[in-house]
């Protein structure tokens, strides 16, 4: 079953708008979450975090929004760029799993000019 | 500067071989994780280690074993490749547990069982 998803395989934009990423989870025991984000033929980079005690981390462009009794957490950017294009994975961790984290199916951005 | 480094970026390997597949980190982490990413499948968790020799079994271990002799490196095999198991294979790490922890990714092997 599982623990983290998210729902949408792709997102289409326009340069400028506002991207926005879900990621939905099952697990309340969940103590931090992050969003990576992965070009082709390249490793998952980090992006951006928050723990499960904040609701909101902004970092530039990215801001990360957690709805803990919705279980939910979103991902925005803004603006978007052609640059962001990749794909987005969700992932969860818990205190005391040694970075043992779960991660979601990933979203595929697209940003168009 | 933090580094993962897989040695291989792309491979492709004969149905019935012996694959390794080798990664080293130079952060001083304690725990190394292998992945492998499928479209639609998102990133799977084959196996893991929290300290040298140890190993975990994680969600899709069928068909491949690892080693850590050593803690800056994890090596992953495949005992016989076969066709499904051409995959994008990544390899992570993690320092000790400090609240939020970032785990860090190799550059990725794609590797392909023809």
């Known amino acids: 079953d599982q623990q983290v998803k998210q729902n949408s395989p792709s997102l289409s934009v326009q340069e400028g708008r506002i991207s926005i990423l879900n990621c939905d989870y099952t697990?309340?025991?969940?103590?931090?979450f992050l969003w990576y984000k992965k070009y082709p033929a390249e490793g998952p980079t980090f992006l951006i975090s928050?723990?499960?005690?904040?609701d909101k981390n902004e970092d530039g462009r990215f801001t990360v929004f957690l709805n803990k009794s919705a279980k939910h957490l979103s991902l925005h950017i803004v603006p978007s760029q052609p640059g962001d294009s990749a794909v987005y994975f969700c992932?969860?961790?818990?205190?005391?799993?040694?970075?043992?984290?779960?991660f979601g199916k990933g979203t595929k951005l697209s940003v168009k000019p | 500067d933090v580094k993962v480094t897989q040695s291989s970026r792309y491979l492709v390997k004969r149905t019935g071989e012996k694959v390794f597949l080798e990664c080293v980190q130079d952060?001083?982490?304690?725990?190394m994780f292998w992945y492998r990413q499928d479209p639609g499948l998102g990133l799977r968790l084959i196996y893991f280690?929290?300290?040298?020799?140890?190993?975990e079994k994680g969600d899709i271990p069928e068909g491949y074993s690892v080693s850590r002799e050593k803690k800056e490196r994890f090596s992953l095999i495949l005992e016989s490749a076969s066709t499904n198991q051409t995959s994008m294979y990544l390899c992570?790490?993690?320092?000790?547990?400090?609240?939020?922890?970032?785990?860090?990714f190799g550059q990725g092997t794609r590797l392909t069982v023809v």
């Open positions: 928050i723990s499960s005690i904040k």
């Open positions: 280690s929290y300290d040298v020799k140890m190993k």
């Open positions: 992932a969860a961790g818990r205190r005391g799993s040694q970075g043992n984290l779960i």
């Open positions: 697990n309340s025991m969940f103590d931090y």
């Open positions: 992570a790490s993690t320092g000790r547990d400090r609240g939020v922890t970032e785990a860090f």
């Open positions: 952060m001083d982490h304690e725990n």
